[in-house]
């Protein structure tokens, strides 16, 4: 081989390393400051965003501003999600791989956000008129998981009272703002029972008060298409300590807090939660399927990460959210 083809190859051999060199600089320093990705690993925001729909998340505006209440805001878990860690595909791995190491092991919640320091908060049932309002068609925009409620049950007149009364409206500050006037959320978790971030952290100590509570849930079994009402049982708030690794977030953020001064019902027996100074307060649109702050608390705002800004996959949604 002449000495001339000899040094073309060798100096294209070159260019080609320092381009994946330079490659790779440039989209760590990018991933690290400008865009973040993630996979959805729940269905707290359907429709608007679906399980396993893989997201760029824009960092840079919440580096110069906070996030408005109502936003959509991307966020490090506070603890550790075996479940969803579990759902991740190599790629989620490896782009985490970049992440802070103090969230090492942590996944990235989207959610919106409802609750800002110095917040109070409270889930107002709504009233009677309501369900008339949707019966003589009135209200346009029902959420999807209300209207699996109504058509499970076929009926509204069918729904049982006790279910009825979950349904809420937020306050904040003592007013429904505008950006939340068509959203409506379960009374579920921490807004039934002031004790109930306790009750995770600690089921043994908490049996008693989780045998005597009148607490329920529903849960919406994606199997059968059923809409199943349940009194959860200690085994349950077991199973969410282990999954959620609970009781080191309890104790490495939430008993620093005063939660008596912040959770608490009023004199009409709703529960009011106040959002400490340095936190925010998430949940998902789909309330009937959201893993959300009702039933882990708490996020520090050093924990968001950003703002959806474009759906990557699956390619036939491809597009900005």
């Known amino acids: 081989m002449k000495e001339a083809t000899k040094k073309k190859i060798k100096d294209e051999t070159l260019d080609w390393i320092y381009a994946i060199i330079y490659a790779l600089i440039?989209?760590?320093?990018?991933?690290?400051?400008?865009?973040?990705?993630?996979?959805?690993?729940?269905?707290?925001?359907?429709?608007?965003?679906?399980?396993?729909?893989?997201?760029?998340?824009?960092?840079?505006?919440?580096?110069?501003?906070?996030?408005?209440?109502?936003?959509?805001v991307v966020f490090w878990t506070p603890f550790v999600d075996i479940r969803a860690q579990q759902q991740l595909r190599a790629f989620d791995k490896f782009m985490d791989f970049f992440a802070p190491a103090k969230f090492e092991g942590h996944v990235k919640y989207v959610k919106r956000l409802v609750g800002k320091p110095g917040d109070t908060l409270r889930l107002v049932p709504v009233?009677?008129?309501?369900?008339?309002?949707?019966?003589?068609?009135?209200?346009?925009?029902?959420?999807?998981?209300?209207?699996?409620?109504?058509?499970?049950?076929?009926?509204?007149d069918y729904i049982p009272t006790q279910i009825k009364n979950k349904v809420s409206k937020l306050e904040i500050n003592g007013e429904i703002l505008p950006e939340f006037e068509n959203i409506y959320y379960l009374r579920d978790a921490i807004f039934e029972d002031p004790k109930?971030?306790?009750?995770?952290?600690?089921?043994?100590?908490?049996?008693?008060?989780?045998?005597?509570?009148?607490?329920f849930f529903m849960y919406k079994d994606n199997f059968t298409g059923r809409l199943i009402p349940a009194k959860p049982t200690i085994e349950w708030y077991k199973e969410m300590r282990d999954t959620l690794l609970f009781t080191d977030f309890y104790e490495n953020e939430?008993?620093?807090?005063?939660?008596?001064?912040?959770?608490?019902?009023?004199?009409?027996?709703?529960v009011n939660v106040k959002i400490p100074e340095g936190y925010y307060f998430f949940m998902g649109d789909n309330t009937l399927e959201s893993q959300d702050s009702r039933f882990f608390g708490f996020?520090?705002?050093?924990?968001?990460?950003?703002?959806?800004?474009?759906?990557i996959y699956p390619f036939d949604r491809f597009g900005k959210i």
């Open 127 to 156: 009233e009677e008129t309501f369900w008339e309002d949707i019966k003589n068609g009135k209200i346009q925009n029902i959420p999807d998981w209300l209207d699996f409620i109504i058509d499970y049950y076929e009926s509204v």
């Open 196 to 215: 109930f971030f306790d009750y995770i952290a600690y089921p043994d100590k908490y049996s008693y008060e989780i045998a005597t509570s009148d607490l």
């Open 26 to 72: 440039f989209g760590t320093i990018i991933r690290l400051y400008v865009f973040e990705t993630m996979m959805v690993p729940t269905p707290s925001m359907v429709p608007t965003i679906q399980v396993y729909d893989r997201l760029f998340v824009e960092k840079v505006t919440y580096e110069f501003a906070e996030p408005n209440r109502g936003s959509i």
């Open 299 to 311: 996020v520090p705002v050093e924990n968001v990460i950003g703002t959806t800004f474009l759906r």
């Open 254 to 270: 939430l008993s620093k807090l005063d939660l008596p001064s912040l959770i608490f019902k009023d004199e009409k027996g709703l």
